[in-house]
């Protein structure tokens, strides 16, 4: 999938490692992504990984990280 730029405003998509940074990734699609971005993200990432990356931020919006804390409360994501 292209990385939309709009969703990764401060940096050319295209440089962008998936694995590398895939804490960056994980954040920007939770917190701005649309829907067919999430499922792509699901399909990249572990749901263990995912929640890791959420407990952990500090750039995820508030709200975002309840919800996806309670979405991946069981890896059932």
């Given amino acids: ?16 490692d998936l694995k590398k940074n895939a804490q960056y990734v994980i954040e920007r699609v939770l917190d701005f992504g649309r829907d067919n971005e999430v499922r792509w993200l699901r399909k990249q990432y572990r749901p263990s990984h995912i929640r890791r990356v959420v407990e952990k931020s500090r750039c995820i919006r508030p709200e975002t990280k309840v919800l996806w804390l309670l979405l991946t409360k069981n890896n059932t994501i």
């Fill in 1 to 16: 999938m292209k990385l939309r730029q709009s969703l990764f405003w401060d940096v050319n998509p295209k440089n962008i």
